[in-house]
């Protein structure tokens, strides 16, 4: 199918998801959080960048039923949406995890982890857009990038959960750093998705 401009509506709201991404993930990696309090304020927030990311998407799916023609595959289309949304399901979890666990900072290891994860989302907004201006060669340089922090994020993973179980003796501690790492590199993995998905619209479009 044909690739139209910026202009078209399907472009539009996948550049809103995108944006309300990067916005979310943003406000998680700079929230300053000193207090229970501050994460309870915290996590609420996400919780808004969630919401507004899952009526983007509901708003995507029916103008999709409602849609004879699209720039590209429906089917892309949603699955580019859909794993979007996984990101920002992610953060929100991860967010409503801190509050259970009462982590009020990140360790060295979850800021390596938030920093790659930004990153990636950074690029995954660019990539978003570039599909629907046709510029399917630096999509899929992008799509690679997002990979390689993904591929980075597995290393801060193994070696978080090395250091946690050969240095912390507190087994409630244990758990609490546990599920927080797991939550980041599932959301890493959200990402990867993204860049599949991205490299196979390029092969279906090149």
Do not use: W
Request: proline fraction near 1%; aromatic fraction near 8%; glycine fraction near 2%.
């Amino acid at each position: 199918m044909a690739f139209k401009n910026k202009k078209d509506r399907f472009a539009s709201l996948l550049h809103d998801i995108a944006v309300n991404l990067h916005e979310g993930a943003n406000f998680f990696a700079s929230y300053n959080i000193k207090t229970v309090e501050d994460l309870h304020t915290f996590s609420d927030k996400v919780k808004e960048y969630e919401t507004n990311g899952d009526s983007m998407v509901h708003k995507m799916i029916i103008e999709l039923n409602n849609a004879f023609i699209t720039p590209i595959e429906r089917e892309d289309i949603l699955e580019l949406a859909n794993h979007l949304d996984d990101i920002m399901d992610g953060l929100e979890q991860t967010a409503f995890s801190l509050v259970i666990c009462q982590i009020t900072h990140y360790d060295e290891y979850m800021l390596q982890f938030i920093q790659a994860i930004l990153s990636s989302i950074v690029e995954i907004e660019k990539a978003v857009d570039l599909v629907f201006d046709k510029k399917l060669k630096d999509v899929r340089k992008l799509a690679i990038k997002i990979k390689d922090y993904e591929s980075h994020c597995d290393d801060i993973y193994r070696e978080s959960l090395t250091k946690l179980f050969q240095t912390e003796q507190d087994p409630i501690k244990i758990i609490r750093l546990k599920e927080v790492y797991e939550g980041l590199e599932e959301i890493a993995d959200s990402c990867q998705s993204v860049a599949n998905t991205l490299e196979s619209i390029v092969m279906k479009n090149a």
